[in-house]
C-alpha cells in the first residue's frame, strides 16, 4: 500500500471527484482508485482503507467481515463462546458428529447453576425488550441489574421471570422510558406482585438513580393507540406543561397526568375521547383521571 497523499494531490483529488479535467468524463473509485472511465486517467490513488477489517469466512465476496460479533452483556459470557452451527450439507457420520459435539460444546458452555440462571434470564429479557420495543441500552442495562442483583444474592427464593421483569423496567426507569408496571407484566412470564416484589429489592438494595418519568414522555404513545390528531397531542403537551407549572402533577401517576391531559385535550377540540378509554391506555381507573381534569379546569 503506498502511503498517505500529499496535500496539493488531495485536493486535486477532491476538486476533481465530479468530473474528469482532461475528457470531462465521469470518475469512477475501485479498489481505492479513482479513475476516469473514459480516458483512463488516474485522478487518486490513495489506497488506504480506515475502516475496519472484517471478515466471517461465511462468504468472502459479499460478507467480508473479518472479527466476531461485539461484546454484549445480554449473553452470560458476553458473546465470546464459539457457537456451533447447523449445516444440510453435511450428511451421514459427520453430521452425527457435528450433533454430538454442538450437544457437548452447550454443555461445556454452562458450568454452573448461576450461569444456567443467567442464560434463561438474559433470554428473558431479550424477549420483553423485543415484545416492548425497547433499545438495546435498555436490554444490556436490564442484563447488568439482573447480574448485579445476583451477584447480591437477591434472586434466591424468588421468580427468575420476576427478576427479569423487573431488570426491564427498572432500566426504563432509570433511563427515563415511559414503561408502565402494567405493560411489562402483561408480556412477562411473572406475575404483576412478583415483578413488583423483585422490582422493590432491586431499588432498595442496588439504590437504583430513579426518578418520576415527565408524563410528556407518553403523550405520543397514548395518542398513538388512541388514534388522537398531532393536533391534539400538541395541546395535551401545553396542558403537561401548565400541570408541572401549578404543581398538579406532583405525587402522581406521571401515566395518569397524561391521560388526563390528553382528555382535557380531546374536550377541547372535540375529539370524541371519553374518561373511561383514556382513562384504559393510561391502566388508571376514571376517578384518577378526572381529578386531574378537574383541578386542570380550575382557575380557567
Not at 482508485?33 to 471478515?55: A, Q
Amino acid at each position: 500500500m503506498s502511503g498517505a497523499p500529499t496535500a496539493d494531490a488531495t485536493a486535486d483529488a477532491t476538486n476533481t471527484t465530479n468530473v474528469c479535467p482532461e475528457c470531462g468524463g465521469r470518475p469512477e473509485t475501485a479498489r481505492g482508485e479513482t479513475l476516469c472511465g473514459e480516458c483512463g486517467l488516474v485522478l487518486s490513488e490513495y489506497r488506504i482503507d480506515h475502516g475496519p477489517d472484517w471478515r466471517s469466512f461465511a462468504d468472502s465476496d459479499t460478507d467480508p467481515k473479518r472479527t466476531g460479533a461485539p461484546l454484549t452483556r445480554s449473553r452470560h459470557d458476553k458473546g465470546l463462546s464459539t457457537k456451533i452451527g447447523r449445516s444440510t450439507r453435511v450428511k451421514g457420520r459427520k453430521r452425527r458428529q457435528l450433533a454430538r459435539m454442538r450437544r457437548q460444546h452447550n454443555r461445556a458452555r454452562i458450568s454452573t447453576k448461576r450461569e444456567r440462571n443467567q442464560v434463561y434470564a438474559f433470554t428473558e429479557i431479550r424477549r420483553l425488550t423485543s415484545v416492548l420495543s425497547l433499545p438495546d441500552r435498555i436490554r444490556d442495562h436490564a442484563c447488568s441489574l439482573f447480574r448485579s442483583a445476583q451477584s447480591k444474592d437477591l434472586c434466591c427464593g424468588r421468580s427468575l421471570e420476576g427478576f427479569a421483569a423487573a431488570s426491564v423496567y427498572a432500566a426504563c426507569r432509570v433511563a427515563s422510558v415511559s414503561r408502565t408496571v402494567s405493560e411489562v407484566a402483561d408480556v412477562a412470564k411473572a406475575t404483576k406482585s412478583e415483578q413488583t416484589a423483585a422490582y422493590d429489592a432491586i431499588n432498595r438494595e442496588l439504590g437504583l438513580p430513579v426518578g418520576p418519568i415527565d408524563p410528556a414522555e407518553y403523550l405520543a404513545r397514548f395518542a398513538s393507540q388512541l388514534d388522537l390528531s398531532g393536533e391534539v397531542e400538541r395541546l395535551a403537551r401545553d396542558y403537561v406543561e401548565e400541570a408541572a407549572d401549578r404543581g398538579i402533577s406532583i405525587g402522581r401517576n406521571p401515566g395518569g397526568v397524561a391521560a388526563a391531559c390528553l382528555y382535557t385535550a380531546g374536550r377541547d377540540l372535540g375529539a370524541g375521547l371519553t374518561q373511561q378509554e383514556a382513562a384504559d391506555v393510561a391502566d388508571v381507573t376514571p376517578v384518577t383521571l378526572r381529578s386531574t381534569y378537574q383541578q386542570l379546569r380550575e382557575d380557567e
